[in-house]
């Protein structure tokens, strides 16, 4: 694991290579006389295979710097680069498509559907997405394994626990092998052993399938199965 004084990646490659690059990313909210700065000039390449963790206290914006990476906050300065496509240039519509395609987004409280059972909640994006045939039903087969829920696959929401509906919320977003992969707090709700698991099980997918694996977290517990560490003070990588 290596902590690299510069916010860009330096392992080999040049930054062209990235699959995921933030330039000069600002992101102000609130009103002119409450305004906040939740991410201050923020630039950050991510490598497709790359596995980076990103720590801070709450409040320092490591959510917002998912959520404008991810597409689903505008910065108010700079570029946000996903698969060669620049989404702060796209339309809604566009980004929305953009996103669906390249981009797996893990949220700290899963957003499960509630009419869904575990294995429809993996297999949703790839109806979504109109790629739900066998490869895909294995591949949710597989990933339940992986987190340890095979013998959840009927329950729906309501009858998981929070760790269980984070597990799934992980699993989906890995189902179609996404070229980003964003992670917030995954291990949260889940105990030492657990949450071991779910950090190599990230590490693993993130080389396997060449993903660039951003995944902001509290517990320092598991940042040694990272390739690189960062910290975010104040909306400023370090």
Known sequence: MTHPASTSATSGGTAAAAALRLTDVTLRLGSDQQQVTALDQVTLDVRP?????????????????????????????????????????????????????????????ANLLASLTALEQLLLPAHVAGRLDAAARTRAGELLEAVGMTHRADRRPHQLSGGERQRIG?????????????????????????????????????????????????????????????????????
Not at 192 to 212: G, K
Not at 213 to 218: L, N
């Open 49 to 109: 295979g790359e596995y980076l963790a990103v720590t801070g206290p709450s409040g320092s914006g490591k959510s917002s710097l998912l959520a404008v990476a991810g597409g689903l906050q505008t910065p108010t300065e700079g570029t946000v680069h996903v698969a060669d496509a620049d989404l702060t240039a796209l339309t809604e519509r566009r980004r929305t498509a953009h996103r669906r395609q390249h981009i797996g987004y893990v949220f700290q409280n």
């Open 170 to 238: 992980l699993a989906r977003a890995l189902v179609l092998s996404p070229e980003v992969l964003l992670v917030d707090e995954p291990t949260s709700a889940l105990d030492r052993a657990r949450a071991r698991d779910v950090a190599d099980l990230l590490a693993e997918q993130t080389r396997q399938n060449n993903t660039a694996t951003v995944m902001v977290t509290h517990d320092t517990e598991i940042l040694d199965a990272a390739d690189r560490v960062l910290a975010l003070r104040d909306g400023r990588l370090t």
